[in-house]
């Protein structure tokens, strides 16, 4: 099974995000959609992702700091100062299984998916698992009808 598969599947739903924008519009977004990433978007084309990660850390960081001295507001954060401007990215044709090793080794949870510089959408491990369990499940049906139909030794 290939990206392209999983991908046709998913659907093409697909949340964007300026670069210039608040991060807190941002997770407002993310949480309002029940999404983990947006793709972060710039003259239309892809400059970086922006996933609960980065947040998680952003927010992390700046507690840190508070305990240590005052730190301007988290609502003042742009989603350029977080975002991560270097994701890995996927190909259409990438195997599924090598797309599962990508993102474990790079503990990333989402990765786009380009067509040379056409952002076709963007792949979660959680589409990924899901894909995986539908074929699986498709495949296990297939064999329990040969097996129910196997015919009658003579």
Do not use: C
């Not at 927010?59 to 005052?70: C, F, M, S």
Request: hydrophobic share 45%; glycine share 4%; net charge negative.
């Amino acid at each position: 099974m290939q990206v392209r598969e999983v991908l046709s599947v998913k659907g093409s739903t697909l949340f964007t995000v300026d670069p210039e924008a608040m991060l807190s519009d941002a997770v407002m977004v993310m949480a309002d959609q029940d999404i983990g990433s947006l793709v972060v978007m710039e003259r239309g084309q892809l400059i970086g992702m922006l996933t609960f990660r980065e947040v998680i850390h952003v927010l992390a960081l700046r507690q840190r700091e508070h305990r240590t001295g005052p730190t301007p507001p988290v609502s003042e954060i742009i989603v350029r100062e977080v975002m991560n401007a270097d994701p890995i990215i996927a190909t259409p044709e990438m195997d599924i299984n090598e797309l599962r090793r990508v993102m474990i080794e790079s503990h990333q949870r989402y990765l786009p998916v380009m067509d040379d510089r056409l952002l076709l959408g963007v792949i979660s491990f959680h589409d990924l698992a899901r894909a995986v369990l539908e074929a699986q499940s498709f495949e296990n049906r297939m064999l329990k009808a040969y097996i129910r139909d196997w015919p009658e030794s003579s």
